[in-house]
């Protein structure tokens, strides 16, 4: 987001799975997100960020590529 609240919500929501024993649910998202900001996302946990533009084919690819491994 622009507000940068990307950078509290998304490592907040992954720890608090983690904190509910619930590491093994992946958390990706996607928005107004700096190129800057998305590393940053990666070393909290986040397993993929989507930008604005990103193609659905894109994300749909990655969610089915991803969850199957994890089954």
Not at 18 to 29: K, N, P, R, T, Y
Not at 34 to 44: N, T
Not at 51 to 70: A, K, M, Q
Request: glycine share 8%; net charge negative; hydrophobic share 45%.
């Amino acid at each position: 987001s622009l507000s940068g609240a990307h950078l509290s919500l998304f490592p907040r929501v992954a720890e608090a799975l983690a904190e509910s024993e619930a590491s093994d649910i992946l958390v990706f998202g996607g928005g107004v997100i700096p190129d800057d900001d998305i590393a940053a996302l990666k070393e909290a946990g986040i397993a993929a960020v989507f930008t604005p533009g990103s193609p659905l084919s894109e994300i749909t690819d990655w969610v089915e590529e991803t969850i199957p491994s994890r089954v």
